[in-house]
């Protein structure tokens, strides 16, 4: 028997507070004496499980007293394999830096300390993965890790929340009520989609601008999905609006071995054409993000409709140039 499933069982024993002599599991785990010491070795180091000799019942039983302060000393109905707890090292500490300020990092660190006990090796384990692994963002704005968790337990509990908004574009901080609907983390960065009680319509809601966040004792109002993308998910990036126009882009050839394989929207189109050029179809209700994407690709890149959008582009080409002196 797997030592995976001989600590499974074992633990299912102990939890419905059998008391099992040392003769009863060798023969219930099919084991040795010396295999036997070291599970139970096993359940106390690395597991906390308390696990105790009762001399009066003769055999092994879980110590009352630490079962009724509650001590936590396993996954509940988790048992992983060497190779799945390293995988969730890994995606521990994928999560960890999801934000460049670590947002996450704090809440999942006990998680981590745990599997690294099961796996036996000790903070070596997360070392190597560190060294592995890296996780780099651009462009991301560090979240206030209080403001963020207001944001969670709200959205979560269906509560409304009080917000201190920081609009950058005037440059002024406005207080909010907004029933919150989802988070959203894109481009390194996190949204928050709501119904602002104010405007009396859908915004999405820049995590890191927010100067204040206070969860109310208010019910939050659901706004069905099927509105929610019509209105914030319709258009092209983080920009929302429901009048949705189509772009249709060309990018060279060369250009188009990496476009091709990129995602921009989740409703594009795109096709080759015989002389290798990829022709790119996608939904925007807001320019702007759009325009910055494609000034990234120029001159790789030709915009064939609509002219609005094309004329966008070449208005923003000009005036960089505009500010370049010889």
Not at 158 to 164: H, K, M, N, P, S
Not at 187 to 204: E, G, I, M, P, T
Request: hydrophobic fraction near 40%; charge should be positive.
């Amino acid at each position: 028997m797997a030592q995976t499933d001989r600590i499974a069982r074992l633990t299912t024993y102990l939890k419905a507070g059998r008391c099992l002599t040392r003769r009863a599991l060798l023969d219930e785990l099919d084991t040795s004496p010396a295999t036997l010491k070291r599970d139970i070795a096993y359940l106390r180091d690395r597991m906390n499980m308390p696990v105790v000799f009762d001399r009066e019942r003769g055999g092994y039983c879980l110590d009352p007293t630490a079962q009724l302060v509650g001590t936590q000393y396993e996954l509940p109905g988790l048992w992983f394999k060497a190779e799945e707890i390293h995988a969730l090292l890994t995606m521990q500490h994928l999560l960890a830096h999801l934000d460049t300020g670590g947002l996450l990092g704090p809440h999942i660190a006990p998680l981590a300390d745990r599997l690294d006990r099961i796996l036996g090796a000790g903070a070596g384990t997360r070392t190597e993965v560190a060294k592995r692994i890296r996780v780099q963002t651009v462009g991301a704005r560090k979240v206030h890790l209080p403001h963020f968790q207001a944001v969670g337990v709200a959205l979560l509990r269906r509560q409304r929340l009080v917000i201190g908004y920081h609009g950058r574009g005037r440059d002024e901080v406005r207080e909010r009520e907004v029933s919150p609907q989802r988070l959203i983390h894109y481009r390194d960065n996190w949204y928050l989609d709501a119904w602002c009680h104010w405007r009396q319509a859908l915004r999405s809601f820049s995590v890191d601008a927010l100067r204040g966040a206070r969860v109310l004792d208010k019910a939050a109002i659901d706004v069905d999905e099927a509105e929610l993308d019509a209105v914030l998910g319709a258009g092209y990036g983080i920009f929302a609006g429901r009048e949705v126009q189509w772009a249709e882009l060309r990018f060279s050839a060369e250009r188009a071995r990496w476009v091709a394989a990129e995602t921009w929207h989740p409703h594009q189109e795109g096709r080759f054409e015989a002389d290798g050029r990829y022709v790119l179809r996608l939904p925007y209700a807001d320019p702007r993000e759009l325009v910055m994407d494609i000034l990234r690709h120029v001159p790789e890149v030709e915009v064939l409709a609509p002219r609005a959008l094309r004329d966008e582009v070449i208005e923003k080409l000009r005036g960089g140039l505009g500010g370049i002196t010889p």
